[in-house]
C-alpha cells in the first residue's frame, strides 16, 4: 500500500453555511441546542456560585422544562401541559385528532399492573376523513371497560381517581 500526500485547506466562510444549515435546519437539532445552552448556563451559575462571584439560595433547583405541542408546531408552557394531562385523567382516556399521524384520528385508555402504573394501552384509531375525534369518543365507555377487564385479567388494578389527581 503506497502512502500518498497532500494538503487540505477549508475556508471557514465556505464550511460555516454548511454546518449552519446542517445543525440548524433539523428542528430536533436545533432543539437539542436550546436545551444544551440550557444546561451549560445552569453549569456556569452553579461555577460561579461555587467560587463565591454570585450569591445564590441553598438547594436552588434548577430545570429546564420543554413541552413540544406538535398539534400548533410550537414549544408550550409546561402549566399547560399539566392542565391538558390532568383533564386526560379525569376522563379516563385520551383523544389524539392528528397529532401523532396527519391523517389519523384516535382514542386510547390505559392498562395498570399490580402497582397501578399503567403499562400499555387499547386504542381506536380511525381515519379522519372517516371519522372525527368527537365519533370515536362514544366509544370510549366501551374502550375503558376493555381496559379495564384486560387490567384485571393481568392482576393490575385503576389507580384510584383521587391518586391520580394526585399525580
Not at 500518498?4 to 446542517?22: A, D, M, R, T, V
Not at 389519523?104 to 380511525?126: D, H, K, M, Q, R
Request: hydrophobic residues 40%; charged residues 30%; aromatic residues 8%.
Amino acid at each position: 500500500m503506497s502512502k500518498e500526500k497532500g494538503s487540505l485547506s477549508i475556508h471557514s466562510e465556505n464550511i460555516f453555511p454548511i454546518i449552519k444549515k446542517w445543525l440548524y435546519s433539523d428542528h430536533d437539532i436545533y432543539i437539542r441546542e436550546v436545551i444544551s445552552n440550557a444546561c451549560d448556563a445552569i453549569t456556569k451559575v452553579r461555577k460561579l456560585n461555587g467560587m463565591g462571584e454570585i450569591d445564590l439560595p441553598e438547594n436552588e433547583i434548577f430545570a429546564i422544562d420543554v413541552v413540544y405541542d406538535d398539534t400548533a408546531k410550537t414549544i408550550t408552557s409546561i402549566r399547560k401541559f399539566k392542565s391538558v394531562l390532568e383533564e386526560v385523567r379525569m376522563a379516563g382516556y385520551a383523544t389524539n385528532d392528528r397529532e401523532e399521524y396527519e391523517h389519523f384520528v384516535g382514542i386510547s385508555a390505559p392498562i395498570f399492573n399490580y402497582l397501578s402504573e399503567p403499562i400499555a394501552v387499547l386504542n381506536i384509531w380511525s381515519l379522519h376523513q372517516r371519522c372525527s375525534v368527537k365519533e370515536l369518543s362514544k366509544w370510549a365507555d366501551e374502550l375503558m371497560a376493555s381496559t379495564s377487564k384486560v387490567t384485571e385479567l393481568i392482576g393490575g388494578k385503576a389507580p384510584l381517581l383521587e391518586y391520580l389527581r394526585d399525580r
